[in-house]
């Protein structure tokens, strides 16, 4: 038995809807930005800071103890997560504060929790 490929071997069906699907096509640029805020996220550990900052503004040595790992490890990846301007920092004194960047992350955090819960 032959493997059955699953393809259309004609041009266009839907010319409307290829058109208005063309339409929402988001520039090339902006479209690298999305995958790199992905990229930035796919780490579990990230993952964790952002469930953390979520409702709190904390401290690298806060971040440290509640995830157990040394404020190095951390500092790297608060450092990673700032770049991609998904948390934002701020000086109290000689401490820095952590949280995230805005309202969008939180979404973006809510909603794939809220995805995942609802698969399972």
């Known amino acids: 038995m032959g493997k059955t490929e699953l393809t259309c071997d004609c041009e266009i069906v839907h010319k409307e809807k290829v058109e208005k699907a063309k339409d929402y096509l988001i520039e090339e640029n902006k479209l690298l930005k999305i995958t790199e805020l992905y990229k930035a996220m796919s780490d579990s550990t990230r993952i964790k800071i952002i469930n953390i900052l979520k409702d709190n503004e904390l401290c690298v040595c806060d971040i440290a103890v509640i995830l157990n790992m040394t404020k190095s490890a951390v500092s790297h990846q608060l450092k990673n997560l700032r770049e991609k ?36």
């Open 85 to 120: 301007g998904i948390i934002k920092s701020r000086k109290d004194g000689k401490m820095v504060l952590y949280t995230l960047a805005d309202e969008h992350i939180r979404q973006i955090f809510s909603i794939s929790a809220k995805h995942i819960n609802e698969c399972n």
